[in-house]
């Protein structure tokens, strides 16, 4: 079976540019989650959906980030507009209990703005 | 704010020895998770240990769970240098959020 697919692996832009991150989960699962890696700041939680709908935002750093899960098998991850300080790597992740299980994760986009 | 911290933030060892890493974390958990992430890849799960087990084996890992002390230990046996990747526990925050939250990692060094 396919992993969780991110997509695009890399991405530059520039500053105030819109900046769209993919992700398909794994067939079947039911909890998806964004992090944000960094150096100074590790694995960040942005928000996690479950069934398709956003449970926790608190994570999501301001309103220039958003995410959105139209249906079961894709979410996407948008900076507008994106910022240098937003250079990181992003994590897609999804399991099937939430906090019980194992979290599989993609192998991340990284972003930098310049 | 961090609610796993791993200790040390690096380790360097020769193959063959043994690699000991802990983590710390501050409120009640259902659940703790051991992660391993290889230099520029995504996030491989190890181990889950549930806050009623005091130890867990997976091949060479042996995870230990202290609830008292709140903290966790990950021991890797005859270490290669394969194993070489940084290791993140996860903990949820107990009661019904499902949110996981990692610390900043350990660094492990294998030397040929």
């Known amino acids: 079976d396919a992993g969780v697919i991110q997509s695009p692996r890399h991405e530059v832009t520039e500053m105030g540019q819109e900046v769209t991150l993919r992700c398909k989960p794994i067939?079947?699962?039911?909890?998806l989650f964004w992090y944000r890696q960094t150096m100074m700041r590790g694995l960040e939680l942005l928000i996690y959906?479950?069934?398709?709908?956003?449970?926790?935002d608190s994570g999501m750093p301001e309103d220039r980030f958003s995410a959105k899960m139209p249906n079961a098998s894709f979410s996407t991850l948008k900076i507008q507009p994106s910022e240098p300080r937003d250079s990181a790597v992003y994590f897609c992740?999804?399991?099937?209990?939430?906090?019980?299980?194992?979290?599989?994760f993609g192998e991340g986009s990284r972003l930098t703005v310049l | 704010s961090q609610q796993g911290e791993e200790d040390p933030q690096a380790l360097s060892i020769q193959e063959g020895e043994n690699a000991t890493m802990n983590c710390s974390y501050k409120t009640s958990i259902n659940n703790l998770q051991w992660y391993r992430q290889n230099s520029g890849r995504g996030l491989v799960h190890l181990i889950l240990?549930?806050?009623?087990?005091r130890e867990k084996h997976s091949g060479r890992l042996r995870v230990t769970l202290d609830t008292s002390k709140k903290s966790s230990s990950l021991l890797i046996t005859a270490s290669r240098a394969a194993d070489t990747a940084s290791y993140f526990c996860a903990t949820d925050e107990g009661g019904s959020n499902y949110k996981l939250t990692f610390g900043k990692g350990t660094l492990l060094t294998v030397n040929p």
């Open positions: 240990i549930r806050s009623n087990e």
């Open positions: 067939s079947g699962h039911d909890y």
């Open positions: 992740a999804s399991n099937t209990r939430g906090r019980d299980g194992e979290l599989f």
């Open positions: 959906f479950n069934n398709n709908v956003p449970i926790d």
